[in-house]
């Protein structure tokens, strides 16, 4: 389906890409004060149908004036609401820390803060991020803006639908088992998960584990590439922390891609169900896509025990949090946290380093792939959007859910072999809702994936998402 008839009533600032607002704050033409106060009016627009920023801080907000020679220069943006933001209530998504005010922010935000992010708001996010459905007991449910009877995906789901409806113009999303790319893939934006190190790094009280990443999302390519570079670069707080590379994201990403070599598989070799409406949709992406400087065929690589690695990653990182939480809090966690954590307490050493062996396999399988594709391309997520009170598929294309983790399987390959993946939107189902690409890219190969999406993007010919919620 062609992309559906959609409107957008919001301040016409919002509109804006977000590399033109910082143009024009550098320039003096806009304020922050401006934007704010555009935001804000947007908020209350589509807030009581969507749900997406939980809490505001605009107080806090017009106190942080950022210089004009900052690479964000003032511009308002989003932090999810598992990221600490000093002063301003950060729940998690649990009871238990529903009135959680944190004295200190994540260092992320102060990075943010310091290349002249303005936080103006949390979005909402699952219980401790965990479901691919952004709902939980503090805020309610995250509504999709293309249907708001329908889910929008998680754990950055308000992160996603911010952006989705014009409410902010980049917003900071997270992602271990797709919870980054689900949103954006379902929302119609572009969400990027950079490889470990990159844009921050896991928790405080798991430092050196690189399963869950921090990661930008927006309304496009080149506004992904310029909030990457703002979130990234050494820091010695992150025990992976890397360097930013010598040239900037967004400088990079407009520049000409040349000859781009792809490989499509539509199942990862069978691994992950597919619908085949969300496959219809993206072969006839992929076919437009065959162009005299796009090389595209259909492979994938061997990916053996792909499942298992994941699934022990996520135990080691779902206990090592639980361990340092308090039962105040972990007493309120939803039954899928609950399963989460006796899954993981019923691992083994054994188990962790058979995982550790299998993942090094993975990584050198993928190593080799790169030498001769620049990416892999597949789904995001295999079905389209569920109603928002369908917590997850209980089956996929006929293939029965053993939990809410299986229906994520596209996701898992990115996370274990540790690479860079981008969800590009690429068309819309026959019932008009988003669809997107993941594009999987080389070991710390941001810069190539994003000029590679970029030239897709721009190759495709799809307006940027900006919408008012569709009610059905």
């Not at 990159?198 to 050196?208: E, P, R, V």
Request: a negative charge; glycine letters at 8%; aromatic letters at 6%.
């Amino acid at each position: 389906m062609t992309r559906p008839d959609t409107s957008f009533t919001g301040p016409e600032l919002c509109a804006k890409p977000a590399r033109e607002i910082v143009t024009l704050l550098r320039s003096g033409d806009l304020t922050t004060q401006d934007l704010i106060k555009a935001s804000l009016t947007r908020m209350d627009q589509v807030e009581p149908q969507v749900n997406a920023v939980v809490t505001r801080c605009p107080e806090r907000a017009r106190a942080r004036p950022a210089p004009k020679d900052s690479l964000l220069a003032g511009l308002p943006i989003g932090i999810k609401d598992l990221s600490p933001v000093e002063g301003v209530r950060t729940t998690f998504g649990t009871k238990g820390m529903a009135n959680h005010v944190p004295t200190a922010s994540d260092p992320l935000v102060l990075r943010l803060e310091s290349r002249g992010g303005v936080v103006l708001g949390k979005t909402n996010t699952p219980e401790m991020g965990a479901g691919a459905n952004t709902f939980n007991a503090v805020f309610g449910a995250t509504r999709n803006p293309w249907n708001t009877a329908m889910n929008a995906a998680g754990s950055s789901g308000g992160a996603a639908v911010s952006l989705a409806t014009g409410e902010l113009w980049l917003s900071h999303g997270s992602d271990f088992g797709g919870s980054l790319r689900s949103p954006a893939n379902y929302c119609g934006i572009v969400g990027l998960r950079p490889s470990p190190g990159i844009a921050g790094g896991s928790s405080a009280h798991l430092g050196f584990t690189n399963g869950g990443v921090e990661g930008p999302m927006a309304r496009d390519v080149l506004d992904c590439a310029l909030f990457l570079d703002a979130m990234a670069g050494f820091d010695p707080v992150w025990p992976i922390s890397f360097p930013a590379p010598d040239r900037p994201y967004l400088e990079t990403a407009r520049q000409d891609a040349g000859t781009i070599r792809i490989a499509y598989t539509s199942d990862l070799n069978g691994f992950a169900a597919v619908t085949s409406e969300i496959d219809t949709v993206l072969r006839s992406a992929i076919d437009s896509l065959r162009l005299p400087s796009i090389e595209v065929e259909e492979y994938c690589p061997d990916l053996p025990r792909l499942d298992e690695t994941f699934r022990a990653l996520r135990c080691l990182s779902f206990m090592g949090s639980y361990q340092v939480t308090p039962e105040s809090v972990t007493r309120h966690y939803k039954d899928t946290i609950k399963g989460n954590l006796a899954d993981a307490r019923a691992m083994t050493f054994d188990d962790y380093a058979q995982a550790e062996r299998d993942r090094a396999a993975i990584y050198n399988t993928m190593a080799a792939f790169f030498e001769t594709h620049d990416v892999l391309a597949c789904p995001v997520n295999g079905l389209a959007p569920l109603p928002v009170e369908i917590e997850y598929p209980t089956e996929v294309a006929g293939r029965p859910m053993r939990d809410y983790i299986d229906w994520l399987q596209f996701a898992f390959l990115a996370t274990v072999a540790g690479l860079p993946a981008l969800s590009l939107p690429v068309g819309f189902t026959p019932s008009g809702m988003p669809v997107g690409l993941q594009l999987i890219g080389p070991p710390r190969g941001e810069a190539r994936l994003l000029q590679v999406a970029h030239t897709l993007e721009q190759a495709l010919s799809l307006p940027v998402t900006l919408i008012d919620p569709i009610t059905s």
